[in-house]
């Protein structure tokens, strides 16, 4: 039997600080001209992927009016994870008191670790699985 998956929330989480692209262009080559934005966001001195993460599973959670306990799959992305071992997914799911039996997986694919979650979850739903 084939079950259909659906996005029932989303969340994000954008730091509050910001640098500017001149700033950006001094240290590095190709001058602010070049650069696609006026300006970055950037994380604050206690923030990483992983509170970046934290927070906006957080918003979605709260968007979609989901039991944390319900949750049976947490998949996190990110260029740069702040351990080298520790899976941000298990951390995140404590933190948000997810169920310990769910599917936890980090990814990381640059650009596409988003969508390559959202197939591989969408796989485990149609099958079944969760």
Sequence with gaps: MKYLASILGYGA???RFRIEAKEISRVHTGGAERAPVRQKSVPGPDEDSLTI??????????????????????YVGSESP???????????????????????IDMEFACKAGTTA???VAGLIGAGVI
């Design 82 to 104: 702040p351990y080298a071992v520790k899976p941000s997914a298990t951390v995140i799911a404590e933190a948000l008191g997810f169920s310990r039996k769910l599917y936890g």
């Design 53 to 74: 993460a934290y927070e906006a599973a957080r918003y979605a959670l709260r968007r979609a009016g989901i039991d944390p306990s319900l949750v049976e799959a947490l």
């Design 118 to 120: 959202l197939i591989s």
């Design 13 to 15: 989480y954008i730091p």
